[in-house]
């Protein structure tokens, strides 16, 4: 029989070398992936419901080509004032940080142009942007530090995740 010991170190207790290679070990694993996309695109398709706007199709990358194409038109915002908006927006609002982050966004280019489509329109690109920053911070040191923490992750002293 064989008797094998090893050393299980918490992230804090790692060397800052070993840190750096218990992140880079993350970043590049087959595992991951941006956890919050399907919450982030449920909010906005919750924000294009509350105008009878349907999404057609989208593509969300970090750092590579993204967008999100919706069914609008004209015809969704004839008629809406932006009390009315804002009511319809409320109505349908799902939690998420993302939708908060449209809705803002909504706001803020009606009070500047008064356009409900445009304000629709730059909403939509507002709900992209959230969802890009939040996937890049996820691949921060910072996040995996505080989730390595907060998780109780343990690792070898080399930085391997146990």
């Known amino acids: 029989m064989r008797?094998?010991?090893?050393n299980v170190f918490s992230f804090n207790e790692l060397s800052e070398e070993a840190q750096?290679?218990?992140?880079?070990?993350?970043?590049n694993s087959n595992?991951?992936?941006?956890?919050?996309?399907?919450e982030g695109i449920k909010s906005i398709r919750a924000f294009a419901d509350a105008f009878g706007i349907g999404l057609k199709d989208y593509e969300i990358s970090t750092y590579g080509r993204s967008f999100i194409s919706t069914d609008a038109h004209n015809d969704a915002f004839r008629g809406v004032s932006f009390d009315k908006a804002i009511q319809m927006i409320d109505a349908n609002e799902d939690?998420?940080?993302v939708y908060y982050d449209m809705k803002k966004a909504f706001i803020d280019?009606?009070?500047?142009?008064g356009?409900?489509?445009g304000a629709f329109e730059d909403a939509?690109?507002?709900?992209l942007k959230s969802i890009k920053a939040d996937m890049k911070y996820q691949e921060?040191?910072?996040h995996f530090k505080d989730m390595a923490e907060g998780n109780e992750y343990e690792f070898y002293d080399n930085g391997s995740l146990i």
């Open 31 to 38: 595992h991951f992936e941006y956890v919050w996309v399907d």
């Open 115 to 117: 356009n409900i489509k």
């Open 124 to 127: 939509i690109d507002a709900g």
């Open 20 to 27: 750096k290679k218990a992140w880079e070990n993350y970043i």
């Open 95 to 97: 939690g998420y940080c």
């Open 109 to 113: 280019s009606v009070k500047g142009n």
């Open 3 to 6: 008797v094998l010991s090893f």
């Open 140 to 142: 921060t040191f910072e």
